[in-house]
């Protein structure tokens, strides 16, 4: 068993602590204070210590002392240090939180850029990935939480404690639980429960499709009779079938014999259609000669108008060339004009700066050098020089002066000069610009007269007469030849028109009355078929209804055996779990009204769940549960009971206990390593005094 205790605990500036030392803590050590004076706080610090988290499992809490506004206090260092003993060996830890300040570059006020933290073992600095893995190593942050703090087991999803627990409770044989449930009537179900439990398939996975096998059967034979009920509705009534045969027999007779007389009829009428097909023909061949003759009119006005056309067409294709001529000149004057504008604008603003230049240059040359008295004396005492001495310096500064102004009047001179270069290049531009001007003008001119030219030459040469006015001329021009042909039309369909017709509207009357007649005999022989098909129907569905209530039947039985199985297990894995705790039972699983167990998970104290026990019942089952936690992991670790002053009498525990005591006059934290009241701690300060 791995034993973890604290010896020490140093605290400063962490939370509301400013400074806080436990020394030398014994097996069992009492912290007393009123509220909000930090005893949550020293158990937060240990945690943070170890996991950079609070006693609450938060990573994001207020680590860092603040003010009455609730700001961080700056450039405080928070700092945890802390000796744990593991199996006797000395451990000594420490986590510093540093906030970081640094002066951005031109500023003199330095601002906080955030906080690093160290880490530190045994004295040796290193990094938090080093740290944690050593923590580690000691004992699983999961299993420390739980086993340090009497709500931290209870606080986990009742999912997680459910592993917990049945891990604790070990393998539950499977064998030996089929053998306890198995029958002389169940021996199949059983058989294929092992089966299941034998191949890769979870027994909950197995049951889930078990039972969605069985409501999808439900609920198909629920529909059965309804399904029957509507074949049953829509099947026909019963006719005399044969009699139905028999009259369809005498129908198609009458048929066939009135068929006969209509053939008869159209074979006398033949000879007669065979001679209008002639005529037919010879229409046809007379209607398409006049087409033909239209379509030649057309093509030879058509031709006609195109030749009238052609001389326009040209002379307009002329005129667009000059227009497009034309639109061309008037651009490139557009930019020319823009251009000349520019180069008069740079002209004038360089004249002007020329003229500065000159002015600048005779004024630098009319300076003279002229001596100040100041210079004449030293800077520094006042005392004036000897007169060589003022000679050298006179001299000095007439060459400074006069190698200045030459140097001035040259850079003057310099940017005159460029600056006259640049006119001189802006004036020959724009002297090719009016040049170019004159010649895009004229262009201009002799393009407008070409194109008054060309049309009035496209007025000239314009026809008076359409396209539709040359076809009615050719068409007037064949007149005799249309009225002709129109005429022989006329004749051949008159001829047509007078030839007898042969009546078979009474036949053809008879034959749909005897073919209706013999449709709705068919129709009512189908009915038959209907019948036949619909009692068939009937007779399958009912076979179904049967499969599908015996196959429920024995997925029920599958069922039953499966949750018989399950709570023979989930009694044995219960007890196996209870038989590791002294004050606390759990509940692993819960009973349904229908018989079936589901997973549950809950803590209880003498049979009263876990939440709605006192506060001293809860913490010594939380001591209760975190004593078989350590006999599972085989570790123990200091334990921090919060309101422990409401506990009478604690529970005993092999891990180190550190009680945290509210005690309404200790404004400061007190330490002890045994019970003390404050009247008690106050009475033994006086002895000592004394």
Not at 5 to 15: P, V, W
Not at 114 to 140: L, Q
Not at 653 to 678: A, G, W
Request: proline share 2%; charged share 30%.
């Amino acid at each position: 068993m791995k034993t973890i205790r604290i010896k020490s605990l140093k605290l400063t500036n962490f939370k509301g602590i400013r400074s806080l030392e436990l020394n030398e803590l014994s097996k069992e050590t009492f912290i007393y204070g009123a509220n909000a004076v930090g005893k949550t706080s020293v158990f937060d610090a240990f945690i943070w210590l170890l996991f950079g988290k609070d006693s609450t499992d938060r990573k994001s809490f207020e680590v860092q002392r603040l003010d009455l506004k609730n700001n961080v206090i700056p450039k405080l260092e928070v700092q945890v240090t802390s000796i744990l003993h593991v199996d006797g060996e000395r451990v000594e830890l420490t986590r510093i939180m540093r906030q970081d300040w640094t002066k951005p570059k031109g500023s003199l006020i330095a601002v906080l850029k955030g906080n690093n933290t160290v880490y530190e073992w045994n004295g040796v600095p290193m990094k938090a990935s080093e740290f944690s893995s050593k923590i580690n190593a000691i004992v699983d942050e999961n299993i420390f939480k739980m086993i340090t703090s009497t709500t931290a087991f209870n606080s986990l999803h009742w999912l997680k404690q459910r592993d917990v627990l049945i891990d604790m409770a070990g393998n539950i044989s499977d064998i030996e639980v089929l053998d306890a449930i198995s029958n002389i009537e169940n021996k199949s179900e059983v058989l294929k429960l092992t089966n299941v439990l034998n191949s890769s398939k979870s027994i909950d996975e197995y049951k889930k499709e078990l039972n969605s096998k069985v409501l999808k059967s439900k609920k198909e034979l629920q529909t059965l009779p309804t399904r029957i009920d509507e074949v049953e509705r829509s099947k026909p009534v019963d006719l005399d079938f044969t009699k139905l045969k028999a009259d369809l027999e005498i129908k198609t007779k009458a048929i066939e014999s009135v068929n006969d007389k209509v053939s008869d009829k159209l074979k006398a009428q033949q000879a007669d259609i065979d001679s209008q097909s002639v005529i037919q023909k010879e229409i046809h061949a007379i209607e398409t000669e006049i087409s033909n003759k239209k379509h030649e009119i057309n093509q030879k006005a058509s031709a006609d108008f195109n030749e009238s056309q052609n001389l326009p067409r040209e002379i307009q294709r002329k005129i667009d060339a000059v227009d497009h001529e034309i639109k061309s000149n008037d651009s490139a004057i557009s930019i020319n004009n823009s251009k000349t504008s520019s180069y008069a604008n740079q002209i004038g603003d360089l004249d002007k700066s020329i003229k500065d230049l000159r002015a600048q240059w005779e004024v630098e040359n009319a300076k003279v050098f002229k001596m100040d008295d100041a210079d004449c004396a030293c800077p520094t005492c006042k005392r004036d020089f000897e007169a060589s001495d003022i000679e050298d310096k006179k001299k000095d500064l007439q060459e400074h002066f006069t190698s200045n102004k030459n140097a001035k009047l040259k850079s003057i001179t310099d940017r005159g000069q460029s600056l006259s270069g640049q006119k001189m290049t802006l004036e020959n531009n724009l002297l090719e610009l009016t040049k170019e001007l004159g010649m895009l003008q004229e262009s201009n001119k002799i393009a407008w007269e070409k194109r008054a030219d060309l049309s009035e030459q496209l007025k000239a040469s314009s026809t008076s007469k359409t396209q539709i006015e040359i076809y009615a001329d050719l068409m007037n021009s064949e007149k005799l030849f249309f009225d002709s042909k129109t005429s022989d039309i006329a004749t051949k369909r008159e001829s047509l028109a007078n030839r007898p017709k042969v009546d078979t509207s009474e036949l053809k009357e008879e034959l749909n009355r005897l073919n209706a007649e013999r449709d709705e005999i068919k129709s009512q022989l189908q009915k038959e078929q209907q019948i036949e098909a619909s009692n068939k129907r009937i007779a399958e569905l009912s076979k179904e209804e049967t499969q599908l209530a015996q196959s429920i039947a024995d997925l029920e039985k599958e069922l039953f055996t499966m949750e018989a199985f399950e709570k023979e297990k989930s009694t044995r894995i219960e007890n196996s779990v209870n038989q590791r705790f002294k004050y606390v039972d759990f509940k692993l699983f819960e009973t349904q009204i229908n018989g079936g167990e589901v997973p549950t998970c809950k803590a209880l104290i003498k049979g009263v769940p876990f939440s709605d026990a006192n506060n001293a019942s809860r913490i010594n089952a939380g001591v209760d549960i975190i004593n078989t936690l350590c006999q599972h992991y085989k570790v123990t670790a200091p334990i921090f009971i919060d309101n422990r002053e409401s506990v009478s009498e604690l529970i005993d525990t092999e891990s180190q206990v550190v009680n945290l005591i509210v005690s309404k006059p200790d404004i400061e934290l007190r330490v002890s390593d045994v019970p003390q009241t404050y009247e008690e701690y106050k009475l033994s300060k006086e002895l000592q005094t004394a």
